[in-house]
């Protein structure tokens, strides 16, 4: 978000190029914090990149040039157009990517990376690119939230930012693209008609989080798309005629 702003506030560059270049700044973040956490798994990797963003959070409020603790003034540079437009290209790699021989590799590093190391997968080399890739557009949509306001403050990427983006996954289905889309929808529509009660809001937030623990800890989706609900199994059966076939 704040290399995008100072590519158009600061440097005057077209905003094409800002966006790109929020998300290769944040693709190189990814890269920084993905090598170095690699010997970390679940909860332990969590804090780390948890951690990674609060330094940055800090760095920026110790930076005059952006503003420091009182912000940085950005244009209004994002329009509806430009979000759908950057979704559905977002949309359509990651889901090209994941259906790719790269993509199946990442998914099966995921279920089982022991597994997936004996089979001869470069499991450091796919957990990386998985770190990149997510940064990278990460970036695009921090580039995009950058210009959606006429400021920005290093206050708006603490933790609480982290959680809205958690929830989003951990509610769609850790393994579903479009449950992703879905639970960001459903929430998006929640948190309008709550944002004039900010507690109320993490209270739900919590709740949801809690029940779909216990109830449904894969998701709304799980490991399905929405695609697999239009589809409907051929049913076998025997030759409409009421002839049969007899085996000799």
């Not at 979704?87 to 022991?114: K, P, W, Y």
């Not at 997968?121 to 990278?136: D, P």
């Not at 998006?188 to 008609?193: D, K, N, S």
Request: aromatic share 10%.
């Amino acid at each position: 978000a704040y290399a995008s702003a100072v590519m158009t506030m600061k440097l005057e560059l077209p905003f094409i190029i800002a966006v790109l270049t929020g998300g290769v700044i944040a693709a190189v973040a990814g890269m920084v914090i993905g090598i170095p956490s690699l010997r970390l798994k679940g909860d332990y990797l969590a804090i780390a990149t948890l951690g990674f963003g609060e330094i940055v959070r800090i760095v920026l409020l110790n930076i005059e040039y952006v503003g420091g603790a009182s912000g940085m003034q950005v244009s209004h540079l994002t329009t509806w157009p430009w979000v759908f437009a950057c979704v559905m290209i977002t949309v359509l790699v990651i889901r090209n990517f994941t259906n790719s021989t790269h993509g199946r590799a990442c998914i099966s590093v995921r279920e089982d990376e022991t597994a997936a190391d004996a089979m001869g997968i470069n499991t450091t080399y796919y957990k990386v690119a998985a770190f990149v890739i997510g940064a990278f557009f990460a970036g695009i949509a921090g580039s995009l939230y950058a210009h959606n306001f006429y400021i920005i403050q290093p206050s708006n990427f603490g933790f609480l930012k982290s959680f809205d983006i958690l929830i989003f996954v951990v509610l769609g289905g850790l393994g579903s693209l479009s449950g992703s889309v879905l639970a960001a929808i459903l929430l998006t529509i929640v948190t309008t008609f709550l944002q004039d009660y900010p507690e109320t809001r993490m209270i739900i937030y919590s709740l949801v989080l809690i029940l779909m623990m216990i109830f449904r800890p894969q998701g709304l989706m799980g490991t399905k798309e929405i695609t697999s609900l239009f589809t409907h199994k051929k049913t076998k059966g025997g030759p409409k005629d009421g002839s049969h076939n007899t085996v000799a």
